[in-house]
């Protein structure tokens, strides 16, 4: 156990839909990262928060966004879903000095 | 662009023999490398991490190499054990300071162990 925690494991939605997936990180981390495995692709990085404030972006498609709150724990919007956004996608975790991140289980979307 | 790359999507090893799974990387400014392993339908999780002011880290059964002037890194395990079998994951970053920036991930490599 990692100690970072994702909801909701799966997710089932239709195209055109919203969801939110949710993440708390390590007691004591900072940093909030948020990755996307699709099924031919590696881990894509999509953006990074450090203590409420956007650190780093990535591949992240403008149809999504993504905030980190006061008590640390962050959410992911994606919006106006398409087939192709199905995908595992994994919240990770840091301290400030650590370069060493932190997986959680994931949260498997399906878009139908 | 790729800036990491593993060549091998798969690799097969028999059991308490050796598997190296290699790692290559274009961008010059990396100066922070992980391995992950990853088993199906869950998260990766972080096996063993190498500074580029070293060439070696090893951690028990697992040593990481790293050539910086060749751009390239190799993790050893050995001896292989059926537990071994995952998708491993090669990992960079440019270590800013701060903490870890978004690591660039490479695709991975199936290690599958042969009894």
């Known amino acids: 156990d990692s100690g970072v925690t994702q909801t909701p494991k799966h997710l089932i939605t239709a195209t055109g839909q919203r969801v939110t997936l949710r993440c708390s990180p390590r007691?004591?981390?900072?940093?909030v990262y948020w990755y996307q495995q699709s099924l031919d692709q590696g881990l894509q990085f999509l953006i990074q928060?450090?203590?409420?404030?956007?650190?780093a972006k990535g591949n992240i498609l403008e149809r999504f966004s993504a905030q980190q709150f006061p008590d640390l724990h962050s959410e992911l919007n994606l919006s106006s879903l398409e087939l192709g956004d199905s995908a595992l996608y994994f919240c990770?975790?840091?301290?400030?000095?650590?370069?060493?991140?932190?997986f959680g289980e994931g949260s498997w979307l399906t878009v139908v | 662009d790729q800036q990491v790359k593993q060549n091998s999507p798969s690799l097969s090893v028999q059991e308490g023999r050796i598997s190296i799974l290699n790692c290559d990387y274009t961008?010059?400014?990396?100066?922070?490398f992980l391995w992950y392993k990853k088993y199906p339908a869950e998260g990766p999780t972080f096996l063993i991490s190498?500074?580029?002011?070293?060439d070696k880290n090893e951690d028990g059964r697992f040593t990481v190499f790293l050539n910086k002037s060749a751009k390239h890194l190799s993790l050893h395990i050995v001896p292989s054990q059926p537990g071994d079998s995952a998708v491993y994951f090669c990992?960079?970053?440019?270590?800013?300071?701060?903490?870890?920036?978004?690591?660039?991930f490479g695709k991975g490599t199936h290690l599958i162990i042969q009894p």
């Open positions: 961008n010059s400014m990396f100066d922070y």
């Open positions: 007691s004591g981390d900072l940093s």
């Open positions: 928060y450090y203590n409420g404030e956007e650190r």
């Open positions: 190498i500074s580029s002011i070293k």
């Open positions: 990992a960079a970053s440019e270590y800013s300071g701060g903490g870890a920036d978004g690591l660039t």
């Open positions: 990770a975790s840091s301290t400030y000095t650590g370069n060493t991140i932190y």
